[in-house]
């Protein structure tokens, strides 16, 4: 989820010349908690929360604008921390954290102001959060715990795609599991792009992921998973360039006539039949043709 899904968009901003007395009024009159300054480019520069009230009120003498008020406070000279409406809500608790603070003005690709955040609109998404995988960002086991219900009730074919990073731990062991992470988030991102916005990415475990097609054959099945494998193919990381990362692929389809947990269990065999016969490659798998998956020796 998104810093952009959740933030406030209808904020109160003011700027520097902003008189006290208007400023006050703003808090007492609209009930917020906290006032965005900006300049005329409408970019975020400081912000005032409600807590800075009393100590503006102690100030002597009395300062007459927001300006004159942020330099006596001391606030003129910091830098205010702002997040990208793209970053994730795993990004900004990060920051809240760091700073120990609990509102972000959100900005966009320009750094316009675009909304605000505060820790306490994150706590309200939460149950949400835990149905996502906080590296990749996709959804998690425990998502698929929630949809296989209401995907049981579906009248149409569902194909499924059990896919797993080739030789993931050596990639780990050579280059380091910061580098096994960017990885996974290229892979990911990858699979999310290339495929329909409606089907969906799952980060099963590890180094593998459930991708499952609606409305989709077991032909269409195959051509999906080969492309997903050709554009991971492709992938290459800046710092890596000769980093060659592949992955494997089993399919399978549901179309009523088994259990979901078995499809799901046809297309994991039809990964590691993908495996014996030398990775980077896609196996399809029916209950016919499952018997012969497993003559072939794994090779790790």
């Given at each position: 989820m998104l810093v952009e899904n959740i933030m406030i968009k209808n904020l109160v901003t003011i700027n520097p010349e902003t008189n006290i007395v208007d400023l006050i009024y703003n808090f007492i009159d609209k009930e917020i908690g906290?006032?965005?300054?900006?300049?005329?480019?409408?970019?975020?520069?400081?912000?005032i929360t409600l807590r800075d009230l009393p100590k503006i009120f102690l100030v002597s003498p009395a300062?007459?604008?927001?300006?004159?008020?942020?330099?006596?406070?001391?606030?003129?000279?910091?830098?205010l921390i702002t997040i990208n409406g793209e970053s994730s809500l795993f990004e900004a608790i990060t920051l809240m954290h760091r700073f120990n603070i609990s509102h972000l003005p959100v900005v966009d690709n320009t750094y316009?102001?675009?909304g605000m955040v505060s820790l306490k609109d994150i706590i309200k998404s939460m149950p949400n959060l835990i149905y996502i995988d906080h590296l990749t960002e996709l959804n998690n086991r425990?998502?698929?715990?929630?949809?296989?219900p209401k995907i049981m009730k579906t009248q149409s074919s569902i194909g499924f795609l059990m896919i797993d990073i080739d030789n993931f731990k050596n990639i780990n062991d050579t280059y380091g599991h910061l580098i096994g992470d960017e990885v996974l988030k290229a892979v990911?991102?990858?699979l999310r792009k290339n495929v329909k916005i409606s089907d969906e990415v799952i980060?099963?475990?590890?180094?593998?992921?459930?991708?499952?097609l609606y409305r989709c054959d077991l032909e269409k099945v195959k051509m999906v998973g080969e492309r997903l494998r050709q554009r991971v193919?492709?992938?290459k990381l800046e710092k890596y360039p000769d980093l060659k990362i592949t992955v494997s692929i089993g399919g399978s389809e549901y179309n009523g006539e088994k259990e979901i947990m078995e499809c799901i269990s046809l297309a994991d065999q039809a990964l590691y039949k993908a495996k014996r016969l030398g990775k980077n490659?896609?196996?399809?798998?029916?209950l016919e043709n499952k018997g012969n998956c497993c003559e072939i020796p794994l090779t790790l």
């Open positions: 906290s006032v965005l300054v900006v300049n005329q480019k409408h970019e975020p520069i400081h912000i300062p007459n604008t927001v300006s004159e008020a942020l330099q006596a406070l001391g606030k003129d000279k910091k830098t316009k102001l675009i425990l998502y698929l715990d929630l949809i296989l990911a991102t990858t980060r099963y475990g590890g180094e593998e992921f459930l991708v499952m193919e492709e992938i490659r896609v196996e399809v798998l029916t």
